[in-house]
């Protein structure tokens, strides 16, 4: 579907040449279109608004805001619009520009002060910004952002980068986008969620013979499609039909983190689930979740046998990265199984790069990703994508860069992202949980591409069904009922 493909703005603005020039719509025409579906969204999102104030920059976004006072005003909205810098001459943007002077509209300046209004609307960059606002048009993103009043972004908030998220300096906190032509990757991962709010989409009426021939940079995981990768519950069947993990970590005082994988693995629906942790633990984890077939393990030998009877491996969860946890994870890697690798598994694979199983998924978070692709957290948040299919590539692994708009990428660069999941998963143990869902879906037989993406769409709409009393103290084990549920194509409430 063309609404969950994501684009490059270098895509995005092909798409708009091609509607011009080989099928024939005026460039005007388009930027009427863009102006006429954004307000019709201003109207239904915000039906008692009666007045509203645009700011517009000197480009086609900017040409879109003209448009768009041009219509408020003809429907007897109280409309005013501030000019951070005049259009170019000839152009599409001086055009509207000079028909909103020519329906009797005024131009601020940008001394102006911002005129109170039920809706503001900034049209002031789109797409064609790359570095930090500066000077007038920084001054007006804050003082928009200050006035505490609803904020429509046309096609993408001012600041924020439309094909990484990323913001450097400031950026527009719209409380919804109304994105066109085609979805912008940018505008679902990293920065955006704070800067976006509602994303909506409209096309302005290009032929779908323009976006023919042309792949989607990225894809919105589908809830629908992913309900149809899970592996279906026959009737004659027993434990050993849906898999066995091997959990393996807890180091001293780490107990926790790998009962919530071993957990996690078995509420999705692995079979069996064992776990290999430190004979100190053993004891708890029994008595807590006796489903669990935990095990004293010292040492690579006494792990050998454990390796032997399971399909898929976790590992790292509380592994720790002192002899004991290196051992573990250089054995558990020899096995060639299906493996997850998380936590300090990524660190001892950022010391000790070894070979990988064919069936191998990387879950992680900024900080691991820097240290396994040897650059730092910020140079990973300045571009999610190059990032992931980085790690993909390098480990020749499926790569799960977790964050705001989870990324899944696949070893030939394909790229997915997850649209759920909420700022209350930033918890201790989410990340544990996560890694014994992919881990429980390769069990049952799903590859690695497609348990990772499962498990990321599993693990976000479990966090978001817990978060629905309140997002502040989710833990993670408030999952693993909605994860059970969602497993079963069940309702959550």
């Known amino acids: 579907m063309k609404d969950r493909s994501l684009y490059t703005v270098a895509q995005v603005r092909a798409f708009d040449r091609a509607a011009i020039e080989r099928y024939g719509i005026d460039g005007y025409v388009l930027m009427q279109r863009a102006a006429a579906a954004a307000f019709a969204r201003l109207r239904a999102r915000w039906p008692h608004a009666r007045s509203v104030t645009v700011a517009c920059g000197g480009g086609n976004n900017g040409g879109d805001g003209y448009v768009l006072a041009r219509l408020a005003r003809a429907a007897q909205f109280q409309v005013h619009l501030v000019s951070l810098d005049a259009p170019r001459s000839g152009s599409d943007a001086a055009r509207a520009c000079a028909d909103w ?5 005024a131009v601020l300046g940008v001394d102006a002060p911002l005129p109170d209004a039920d809706v503001l609307v900034d049209a002031i960059f789109g797409t ?33 980068d439309a094909d990484t998220g990323a913001v450097s300096g400031a950026a527009v906190c719209a409380a919804e986008t109304v994105s066109f032509v085609a979805h912008k990757r940018g505008l679902f991962t990293g920065a955006a969620a704070d800067h976006c709010g509602v994303v909506t989409l409209d096309d302005l009426g290009i032929p779908a013979a323009a976006f023919a021939g042309t792949k989607a940079d990225a894809m919105l995981l589908d809830a629908d499609a992913l309900r149809a990768w899970l592996p279906v519950r026959y009737n004659n069947v027993h434990k050993g039909t849906f898999g066995h993990v091997l959990a393996i970590g807890g180091d001293s005082g780490m107990a926790g983190a790998i009962r919530l994988a071993g957990e996690a693995a078995l509420r999705v629906g692995a079979g069996l689930v064992s776990v290999a942790t430190r004979g100190a633990h053993v004891t708890a984890l029994n008595a807590a979740r006796p489903e669990l077939m935990a095990r004293a393990v010292d040492g690579p030998q006494e792990l050998d046998t454990m390796l032997d009877r399971a399909t898929v491996i976790a590992v790292g969860p509380g592994l720790g990265q002192r002899a004991w946890g290196h051992a573990l994870w250089y054995s558990a890697l020899a096995s060639g199984k299906p493996t997850v690798l998380d936590a300090d598994a990524l660190n001892l694979l950022a010391r000790d790069a070894v070979a990988l199983p064919a069936q191998c998924v990387l879950t992680p978070h900024p900080g691991e990703a820097a240290r396994l692709l040897g650059c730092d957290a910020q140079t990973v948040a300045a571009d999610r994508f190059a990032a992931v299919r980085a790690l993909s590539r390098r480990f020749s692994a499926v790569a799960v860069l977790k964050g705001s708009g989870t990324l899944i990428a696949a070893p030939d660069g394909d790229v997915a992202i997850c649209p759920w999941g909420n700022p209350g998963m930033a918890s201790g143990g989410m990340g544990d949980v996560l890694t014994g869902v992919i881990a429980g879906l390769l069990a049952q037989g799903l590859d690695a591409w497609h348990a990772a993406r499962a498990g990321v769409a599993l693990h976000g709409l479990a966090g978001d069904a817990a978060a629905r009393n309140g997002q502040a103290g989710s833990l993670a084990g408030d999952l693993f009922e909605p994860l059970r549920r969602l497993r079963n194509g069940l309702p959550v409430t």
């Open 128 to 160: 064609g910004l790359t570095r930090a606002p500066e000077g007038a048009a920084r001054h007006w993103i804050e003082t928009l952002n200050a006035a505490a009043r609803p904020l429509l972004a046309l096609d993408v908030p001012s600041g924020l």
């Open 101 to 105: 002077i020519a329906a009797g509209g």
